[in-house]
């Protein structure tokens, strides 16, 4: 099960290559960052309605997010950062320079944010061979950045 997890994984990160492409010739096609942002949120919204009304799933009672920490609900506020910073400035590295820097960004948090058991992630040590990988990531996206 753990190979379908990691090619799923595969399968957004190549998504998530996809959609910067996609999201800067929107942007070129309105003008505008922050409408071309607006639109491909309402897009991806549009495409989680139709999946919820598909899947049918249970949705939460009030009483389950009432005690919830304030953090969980900022998803949404990274994702549109991420966006607009994507349509506005990506095309200047180009794909494969922007998502090697956003890879080793995304990796170096994530050893961060596992090391330290933040935002509801189990504790996972640093260890010198996940510095390495950090470290290594970065020297491939610097080598991508050069190139």
């Known amino acids: 099960m753990t190979w379908l997890y990691a090619g799923l994984a595969l399968l957004s990160g190549a998504a998530l290559a996809v ?11 309105i003008g505008h960052p922050v409408p071309a942002a607006i639109t491909s949120f309402a897009t991806g919204t549009l495409a989680l309605l139709a999946f919820g009304l598909a899947l049918r799933p249970p949705m939460p009672r009030p009483a389950q997010l009432a005690g919830a920490p304030w953090w969980i609900w900022l998803g949404g506020v990274v994702g549109a950062t991420y966006i607009m910073v994507t349509v506005t400035y990506s095309n200047r590295l180009g794909a494969a320079g922007w998502l090697g820097m956003v890879v080793t960004g995304q990796i170096l948090t994530s050893v961060l944010l596992d090391h330290h058991g933040l935002v509801g992630f189990a504790v996972h040590p640093v260890s010198p061979w996940r510095v390495v990988g950090v470290g290594l990531l970065l020297a491939g996206a610097v080598v991508v950045l050069r190139s």
């Open 19 to 29: 959609q910067v492409g996609l999201n800067n010739g929107l942007r070129e096609r």
